[in-house]
């Protein structure tokens, strides 16, 4: 399996566990319910040593809420970071090498509406 799937696919299993969510979805939901949380497009570029194949991914995560300030947004951004960086080190077929914090943003849009993005790089090399 591709290293972009089984990242994907590790990265949704870990955010299903993130209390406080009402859903965790691939790209922008048709219907949801506040809080929830977006696992964007993946970049992927080529992370490769010598005698094995690498990736370096870009991971990024938005959670949307609703509220009057943005305390539970702010939690919930946490509460995603640490999930991510508790990935499994194995995955099916690749080896998780590093889960390093690129940016993270805390905003509002309209009047009580709130969106945080997590961004991590995350690198994996392929099993020996």
């Given at each position: 399996?591709?290293?972009?799937?089984?990242?994907?696919?590790?990265?949704?299993?870990?955010?299903?566990?993130?209390?406080?969510?009402?859903?965790?979805?691939?790209?922008?939901?048709?219907?949801?319910?506040?809080?929830?949380?977006?696992?964007?497009?993946?970049?992927?570029?080529?992370?490769?040593?010598?005698?094995?194949a690498g990736?370096?991914?870009?991971?990024?995560?938005?959670?949307?809420?609703?509220?009057?300030?943005?305390?539970?947004?702010?939690?919930?951004?946490?509460?995603?970071?640490?999930?991510?960086?508790?990935?499994?080190?194995?995955?099916?077929?690749?080896?998780?090498?590093?889960?390093?914090?690129?940016?993270?943003?805390?905003?509002?849009?309209?009047?009580?509406?709130?969106?945080?993005?997590?961004?991590?790089?995350?690198?994996?090399?392929?099993?020996?």
């Amino acid at each position: 399996m591709s290293a972009e799937r089984v990242v994907q696919a590790a990265a949704l299993d870990a955010l299903r566990g993130v209390a406080g969510l009402n859903g965790v979805y691939l790209g922008p939901p048709v219907k949801a319910t506040p809080p929830y949380a977006m696992l964007g497009e993946l970049l992927s570029g080529d992370w490769s040593v010598k005698d094995r194949a690498g990736r370096e991914l870009r991971l990024l995560v938005t959670v949307r809420d609703v509220g009057e300030a943005p305390a539970r947004i702010q939690a919930l951004a946490a509460a995603v970071g640490t999930a991510i960086e508790a990935l499994p080190r194995d995955l099916a077929g690749w080896r998780l090498a590093s889960v390093v914090l690129v940016r993270s943003r805390i905003g509002g849009g309209a009047p009580g509406a709130w969106s945080a993005s997590v961004e991590y790089r995350v690198r994996v090399l392929a099993e020996g």
